[in-house]
């Protein structure tokens, strides 16, 4: 099982980005997906979770201005962020709470994708 996070770069403070995050391998399903964010010296912080239903939830800092979707069928998740500040600037990884087709037993672990940076000019 592997996650690929794409759709950082360099972006002016109120410009717009589009993270992407692909799930592959042999799954047997995807329950949680979420993405959070690191900067150097600070541990990762939650920005933002989706659950398989479609309910969605954020963190106080990014609420009203990124947006989680996802897309099931594809193994999917996005993460739309808009109005972006000098302190968005971060690497940003996604995260998903995988059952793989490899667990006999249904078990749900945690997989990380490799992180993408995201850099806000002001």
């Known amino acids: 099982v592997q996650l690929q996070a794409s759709g950082g770069g360099l972006v002016q403070t109120g410009g717009s980005l589009r993270l992407s995050c692909a799930v592959s391998g042999s799954i047997r399903s995807i329950n949680d997906m979420g993405w959070y964010r690191q900067t150097p010296g600070e541990q990762r912080e939650l920005v933002a979770t989706?659950?398989?239903?479609?309910?969605?939830s954020y963190s106080d800092s990014v609420k009203g201005r990124f947006t989680i979707s996802r897309d099931n069928a594809k193994n999917m998740v996005y993460l739309q962020m808009n109005s972006l500040r000098p302190e968005d600037a971060a690497i940003y990884y996604c995260n998903a709470n995988i059952v793989p087709l490899s667990d006999p037993y249904y078990r749900t672990s945690t997989y990380w994708g490799q992180g993408t940076l995201v850099t806000v000019s002001s």
């Open positions: 989706a659950t398989r239903g479609g309910s969605t």
